[in-house]
């Protein structure tokens, strides 16, 4: 295991703007609709939330104010825009905050008492295939852990709720692989830490996504647009 923050190479200009990648997600996906359903599902405070990874905070505009709420993320232009923007813009007022820049795998500083609930929200395709690594560990220190994965991911695939998008989304279904690699580099989703050619491999769809989540323990599950919700308790 990974035991050390990792040093993220080069980023796509996605992941290098917390407010472009906020205007891009919320035209792909059912954004609000998925955070106030995952909010909903975590439940009234007093309880302890992690988040990981928490990227621009999205969920903590729909949490309940008893929450203590710990986001946790490697990409700092994330981490700064929820500091210097999602937090006083949106007058997000929570029981207490807590923000960190370290690895999501890295749970040595999770010791002590359970977590009432952990988020893993968009993040399984990028970690592909320590995916059912990331859950173990989280069980370990979870009371509940609710996870979102959307089953379109490559552009063939998605289904874009922005006009604009469904173009870029039509072009892009008929680049040839070379070209589109590049495009994924510096545009689309190059987090900086895994390969294009690791996340390429996750090839889940609709029913096998569901079948994954199963199989990971998490037998309640929900449909949210072109995204799973899934829970795992004990």
Not at 77 to 86: D, G, P, T, Y
Request: charged share 30%.
């Amino acid at each position: 295991m990974q035991k050390q923050m990792e040093i993220p190479r080069f980023r796509s200009l996605l992941y290098r703007s917390g407010w472009l990648y906020n205007a891009i997600t919320r035209r792909l996906y059912n954004q609000d609709t998925k955070f106030l359903t995952i909010a909903l599902l975590v439940g009234k405070g007093p309880k302890r939330v992690l988040d990981l990874p928490c990227g621009t905070g999205y969920l903590m505009r729909f949490l309940h104010p008893m929450i203590e709420y710990e986001g946790v993320d490697l990409n700092h232009r994330f981490l700064k825009r929820i500091k210097n923007k999602e937090l006083k813009l949106r007058n997000i007022k929570l029981k207490k905050i807590i923000l960190r820049q370290k690895n999501i795998f890295d749970f040595k500083n999770y010791q002590g008492e359970k977590k009432d609930v952990i988020v893993i929200s968009d993040i399984l395709h990028h970690i592909y295939p320590k995916h059912f690594d990331l859950i173990n560990m989280a069980k370990n220190i979870a009371h509940k852990i609710i996870i979102c994965e959307p089953y379109t991911v490559k552009p063939k695939e998605v289904s874009a709720r922005d006009k604009i998008l469904k173009v870029v989304i039509y072009l892009g279904k008929h680049l040839p692989k070379t070209l589109f690699k590049m495009v994924d580099f510096f545009f689309l989703d190059n987090d900086g830490i895994n390969s294009y050619q690791k996340r390429s491999q996750w090839i889940h769809n609709k029913q096998s996504l569901k079948d994954l989540y199963k199989t990971m323990g998490f037998n309640k599950i929900y449909n949210i647009s072109d995204e799973y919700i899934g829970i795992w308790e004990p």
